[in-house]
């Protein structure tokens, strides 16, 4: 067990992150090159070990908390890293993208600073790597039965590496050019670099699954930016002949603001904008076809995506960048409406946003903000946007609020609202959409509650957007109820339920109504 008084007498301590001025010049991750090891163990020493880890709870993996953290502090990585993988196909991704609810729900932030949980979770990967611990994990025998996974981001990567692993002939169809969804093309190099999600493919590879890309199923060709021309694809043929298909695209359909002078040259979304500076990074492109550089950049929208486009601006070498939010200034704290363990919605400061105050001094951020209308110069070029700030609750414009920022570059980071409705893949998997726009399914994750036999939805198309460790979770889920469906039982996990939702302070749990 971790020292049972190191929660006293350790203060929390965080990883440090390069300076700034370092981050900015390259591409790297933010903690590349740190010296990690010492200050992880003594930190994962803080584990109270207690006898109700809400930690498990907070994380829809059920990530097994205190027991790796038992081992990190006492130094035994490998230990530590098995137990890791247990729940987790992929630590490495979620050390670094996921925003770790985790933490929030630590026994210790009842009265405390909580366990650096997603500090150890990534150096316990990255341990594992250097030492050698990644290795394939191929099936002992083969059932015979093929499967059919139909997008690579991380619902669909854990599906398939479960599934090939319970003995299927899994396939990974993937419109894009190369493997990992928005891992590859949404995620910026300097959040994490995609040599990790080689080393995952190639350890896939390794085991058995066999991987398609340029293959847009049941779409039209090159339909959307970044598929690199992809060919058609017939979903209804596809399925015909697999034993199961499972659908894992991701919540792909763009949110836009239609406003006066949309269409003016210059206003971007933010994953066309996300997607040529990763293409860059792969060496497809020189210079980017869409930069900051040089120009005033606005963001629309106050996400994470829109905290991924404020750094890849500054590296690009932007004049300055405001990111506008919707939502009024979080407070500190908690709230009466989200007490611990729920995770809450307080005032949270990115990389990119400590980036930019090093780089202008400021945070940023307009609270309360909404665009009016765009303005552009003679060529068509927007030039100017038009905001005002609006009231909390109801979101209307406050009369007088109205003033001009000027901007050479607009990027829409206002999230997804389900799948993509382009192409023929929903008809011709016979899928459903939910009231929320997302494919419909059961608890079991079986498409339209069973009327689409043998297809199954994971990760955000069923979803909605939402977060890197919820779309493992429902990756290893829906790859149970595969398996299910396809030879009787089942001993894989199934950590989350198609409707389970995180924690709210009503008491709605991933476990359901409770």
């Known amino acids: ?101 985790c933490e929030d729900a630590c026994v210790l932030t009842i009265n405390a600073d909580p366990v650096t949980i997603k500090n150890v979770e990534q150096t316990i990967a990255d341990e594992g790597l250097r030492r050698g611990y990644l290795t394939p994990r191929p099936p002992e025998k083969r059932s015979g039965r093929t499967v059919a996974v139909i997008g690579s981001g991380p619902a669909g990567l854990a599906a398939a590496q479960q599934l090939t692993r319970a003995g299927h002939c899994v396939t990974v169809h993937e419109r894009a050019d190369r493997i990992g969804g928005l891992l590859r093309y949404g995620i910026p190099e300097f959040k994490m670099e995609k040599a990790h999600l080689e080393r995952r493919i190639e350890q896939m590879r390794a085991e058995g699954t066999e991987f398609v890309t340029g ?32 659908v894992a695209i991701g919540a792909g359909e763009r949110r836009e603001l239609p406003v006066p002078g949309r269409g003016l040259q210059g206003i971007h979304q933010a994953m066309e904008y996300l997607t040529c500076a990763n293409r860059v990074q792969e060496g497809d492109y020189a210079v980017p076809p869409v930069t900051a550089e040089g120009r005033h950049v606005v963001i629309v929208g106050g996400g994470d995506t829109g905290s991924d486009c404020l750094g890849t601006a500054l590296r690009q070498g932007a004049i300055s960048v405001v990111q506008l939010d919707i939502n009024p200034e979080p407070g500190a704290g908690r709230t009466d409406g989200e007490p611990w363990p729920v995770y809450p919605k307080t005032y949270r400061i990115s990389h990119a946003h400590e980036e930019a105050r090093g780089h202008a001094g400021r945070d940023p951020r307009l609270f309360s903000s909404a ?69 419909a399914r059961d608890a079991g994750f079986a498409a339209g509650g069973g009327r689409a036999p043998g297809v199954f939805v994971a990760g955000d198309a069923g979803r909605g957007q939402s977060l890197v460790v919820w779309a493992i979770a429902e990756g290893r889920a829906a790859a149970a109820a595969v398996d299910r469906y396809l030879t009787g039982s089942t001993c894989l996990p199934a950590p989350v339920a198609a409707h389970d939702l995180p924690m709210t302070a009503l008491g709605r749990m991933r476990y359901g109504d409770l």
Do not use: K
Request: glycine content about 12%; charged content about 20%.
């Open 1 to 101: 067990m971790t020292d049972p008084f190191g929660f006293l007498r350790i203060p929390r301590e965080a990883v440090p992150a390069r300076p700034v001025a370092a981050r900015l010049g390259d591409w790297h991750e933010v903690y590349a090159g740190q010296a990690v090891l010492p200050l992880v163990s003594r930190q994962a020493d803080r584990c109270m070990d207690c006898g109700i880890p809400f930690c498990h709870t907070g994380c829809p993996l059920g990530n097994l908390i205190p027991e790796w953290n038992a081992y990190a502090a006492h130094g035994d990585w490998r230990a530590a890293y098995e137990r890791l993988h247990a729940t987790n196909n992929f630590p490495e991704f979620t050390g670094r993208l996921c925003p770790a609810p």
């Open 215 to 246: 293959a847009d199923v049941g779409g039209a060709a090159g339909a959307a930016a970044g598929t690199g021309g992809a060919a058609c694809t017939s979903a209804a043929e596809l399925r015909s002949r697999c034993d199961a298909v499972v």
């Open 371 to 439: 665009t009016l209308r765009f303005e552009g110069d003679d060529s068509g070029r927007v030039r100017a946007l038009h905001l005002t700030a609006v009231e909390p609750v109801g979101r209307s414009p406050l009369a007088g609020t109205e003033h001009v920022i000027p901007t050479g570059l607009v990027l829409l980071a206002l999230g997804f609202s389900g799948p993509e409705r382009a192409g023929g893949l929903r008809e011709q998997l016979g899928l459903e959409l939910d009231g929320r726009g997302n494919f």
